[in-house]
C-alpha cells in the first residue's frame, strides 16, 4: 500500500525559499507520477506541479507546472529515495496553503481526481 508523508512546511516571509520532501512507502516510485497540489483557505485544492515518472517512454520523467508558479517553483524527484521535491523561490502570500503530495500508478492529469494516493499535507504560511 503506497503512503506519502509531506514535510518542509514552515512560515516565511515574502521572497524566502522552503523545499518541500513527500517520502513514498509500499512502492517503487519510479512507477508513479507524483505531484503536489495545495489547498488555501476557502478554495479548491489547486494543481501545482507534476512529475512523471521516468519509467514512462513519452513523458519520460516531464514536468508539468501551473502559471503561477512556472518559473519561481520546481519539482523534482530522486527515485532512489522515493522522495518528491518542491523547491520554492520567491515566495509570496498568495502561495500561503496547505501543501499535499499525490501519487497514481504511471500517469495522471492536472486535475486532483487522477490521483489515487494523498498524503497529510504540510502547512506553508507566507507573511508580506
Known amino acids: 500500500q503506497v503512503q506519502l508523508v509531506e514535510s518542509g512546511g514552515g512560515l516565511v516571509q515574502s521572497g524566502d525559499s522552503l523545499r518541500l520532501a513527500c517520502a513514498l512507502s509500499?512502492?517503487?516510485?519510479?512507477?508513479?507520477?507524483m505531484a503536489w497540489f495545495r489547498k488555501a483557505p476557502g478554495n479548491d485544492r489547486q494543481f501545482v506541479a507534476m512529475q512523471f515518472p521516468p519509467t514512462l517512454n513519452r513523458n519520460n520523467s516531464r514536468k508539468v507546472y501551473a502559471d503561477s508558479v512556472q518559473d519561481r517553483f520546481t519539482i523534482s524527484r530522486d527515485d532512489a529515495k522515493n522522495t518528491l521535491y518542491l523547491q520554492m523561490n520567491n515566495l509570496q502570500p498568495a502561495d500561503t496553503g496547505v501543501y499535499y503530495c499525490?501519487?497514481?500508478?504511471?500517469?495522471?492529469?492536472?486535475?486532483?481526481?487522477?490521483?489515487?494516493?494523498w498524503g497529510q499535507g504540510t502547512k506553508v504560511t507566507v507573511s508580506s
Open positions: 509500499g512502492r517503487d516510485s519510479s512507477l508513479y507520477a
Open positions: 499525490a501519487a497514481n500508478y504511471r500517469g495522471a492529469l492536472r486535475d486532483a481526481a487522477s490521483y489515487n494516493h
